[in-house]
Each structure stands twice: as C-alpha cells, then as structure tokens.
C-alpha cells in the first residue's frame, strides 16, 4: 500500500514537471516571437536609412556635369564643384584671322575706302620699272583690302590688268594703323610696251567684296612724271611688300 502511494506521488511529480517545462517552452518561443518580430522591423527600418547614406550616389547626375570637366571626383562635395567654371572643349572651334584681326578693336571689320587710309606710290630700284603702292588703314576699325586697287594713270580709260599669281590665299585684313601692298609694273623692261606715255597724275580706287568699286577715287601724288605703257600692270593686295615686288 505503501509503494503504491509512492508510485502515484512520482507519477504526479512527472507529470508537474513536464508541464512545468511545457510551460516554459511555449514562454520562450512566445516572447521569442516578438523579439524577431521587433528585429525584422529594425533591419527594415534600416534599410532605406541606409539607402539614403547612399544618396550622394543620386547626386553624380551633377556630378557628373560639372566634375567631369573640374575634378573627376565622385565625392559628396561633386554639387559644389560642379557650379566652378567648366573647362573649354579640347575640340573648341578655334578663333579666324578676322576674329583676331578685329579683336584688338572690338569692332567688325569694314571696307577699306580712301575715306579710311591713306595711300602712298613710291618708285623702287628692283625690279626695274616698278612702284610700290601702299595702303595704311587711318580708322578706328579693321578693314577689308579686297582683290586689287583700281589705278588710273593721266587720262586712261581703262584700269590696269592684274598678275593673277598674285592672289593671296585670304583677303587682307588691316588693323587701324597696318599696311598692305601692291606692285605696280609700269612698263615694259625690253621696250615691247605700246602706247606708253608720260604723267604726273594717279588716281587710285578700292574694291568692294562684290568687286565694284568701293568709294571715289582717290587722288595720290606721284612727285614726278612716271612713264607707262601697255604692260600696265598691278598685284592683288599683299601683307608682306616683298610678296607685291616680286613679280
């Protein structure tokens, strides 16, 4: 009777005890289930936290218009150098000769007339019977020299023919106080010339871009009688007075 009573007190102890660790068990897993509840919460509240610690990343569309031509850095301060002044192109279009003639001035270029030069004939030792013709613009902005002057020589109804090797590869442009040139062939060195005659007179005329005449005539002192015959001859404009005696 005894044991049987001792049997039935180990039996209920048991069965307290594996209650009792039930018990605990579903405890554990139910404050477990918040816990890794509350963690999946944190690390998705986290996420976009750490997408924005990633936004300079969405800024290297300005970054990338203006450090690509100041630092080339990818950097959280990329905004800031993007506004420094930009780097020309390599491949910019580089400035005319008429743009950098006309800098100087800040002017666009214009005709040149007699009523912007002055012109000057002079008699040269070689080549024999040649004048050198010269033009120096006395305006306040550059000037166009186009093709070759128109001479008149006395009384002559006709303008001098023109060296056609002569044509320069760009027209001339003179900035306020540069020169240009002409050579001037009078006559005939072996005496083949016709029609020659003697004059103290000179007129001398522009060309427009269109090839007409640009301005009056403009009377140029010659100091003494010069002698020219049909082999009249002038050059186109040259910058350089050794290019106009050369032929």
Same mark, same amino acid.
């Given at each position: 009777m005894r044991n049987l009573r001792f049997r039935r007190a180990a039996r209920t102890s048991a069965l307290g005890t594996a209650a009792l660790i039930a018990a605990l068990s579903l405890t554990a897993c139910q404050s477990g289930s918040p816990s890794a509840a509350e963690g999946s919460g944190d690390s998705a509240a986290q996420a976009p936290a750490e997408?924005?610690?990633?936004?300079?990343?969405?800024d290297t569309s300005e970054g990338t218009t203006g450090n690509s031509g100041a630092t080339g850095s990818g950097s959280g301060t990329g905004s800031d150098s993007g506004s420094s002044t930009a780097?020309?192109?390599?491949?910019?279009?580089?400035?005319?000769?008429?743009?950098?003639?006309?800098?100087? $001035?800040?002017?666009?270029?214009? $005709?040149c007339t007699g009523a912007n030069t002055k012109?000057?004939? $002079?008699?040269?030792?070689?080549?024999?019977?040649?004048?050198?013709?010269?033009?120096?613009?006395?305006?306040?902005?550059?000037?166009?020299?186009?093709?070759?002057p128109f001479l008149r020589f006395g009384e002559a109804q006709s303008v001098p023919q023109v060296v056609e090797d002569s044509?320069? *590869?760009?027209?001339?442009?003179?900035?306020?106080?540069?020169?240009?040139?002409?050579?001037?062939?009078?006559s005939s060195a072996d005496g083949s010339g016709s029609g020659g005659?003697?004059?103290?007179?000179?007129?001398?005329?522009? *060309?427009?871009?269109?090839?007409?005449?640009?301005?009056?005539?403009?009377?140029?002192?010659?100091?003494?009688?010069?002698?020219?015959?049909?082999?009249?001859?002038? $050059?186109?404009? *040259?910058?350089?007075?050794?290019?106009?005696?050369?032929?």
């Amino acid at each position: 009777m005894r044991n049987l009573r001792f049997r039935r007190a180990a039996r209920t102890s048991a069965l307290g005890t594996a209650a009792l660790i039930a018990a605990l068990s579903l405890t554990a897993c139910q404050s477990g289930s918040p816990s890794a509840a509350e963690g999946s919460g944190d690390s998705a509240a986290q996420a976009p936290a750490e997408g924005t610690s990633a936004a300079p990343a969405a800024d290297t569309s300005e970054g990338t218009t203006g450090n690509s031509g100041a630092t080339g850095s990818g950097s959280g301060t990329g905004s800031d150098s993007g506004s420094s002044t930009a780097k020309p192109a390599a491949n910019a279009a580089k400035p005319t000769a008429e743009q950098v003639n006309s800098s100087g $001035t800040g002017a666009s270029p214009v $005709t040149c007339t007699g009523a912007n030069t002055k012109l000057t004939m $002079t008699s040269v030792q070689r080549p024999i019977n040649h004048m050198l013709l010269t033009v120096t613009n006395t305006g306040s902005k550059p000037c166009y020299a186009y093709s070759y002057p128109f001479l008149r020589f006395g009384e002559a109804q006709s303008v001098p023919q023109v060296v056609e090797d002569s044509i320069p *590869q760009s027209v001339v442009v003179l900035s306020p106080g540069e020169s240009a040139y002409t050579g001037v062939m009078t006559s005939s060195a072996d005496g083949s010339g016709s029609g020659g005659y003697s004059t103290k007179d000179l007129a001398v005329g522009f *060309q427009g871009r269109d090839g007409g005449s640009a301005g009056a005539m403009v009377n140029v002192p010659l100091g003494k009688k010069v002698y020219v015959d049909s082999t009249l001859a002038v $050059t186109y404009w *040259q910058t350089d007075m050794d290019d106009a005696l050369m032929y």
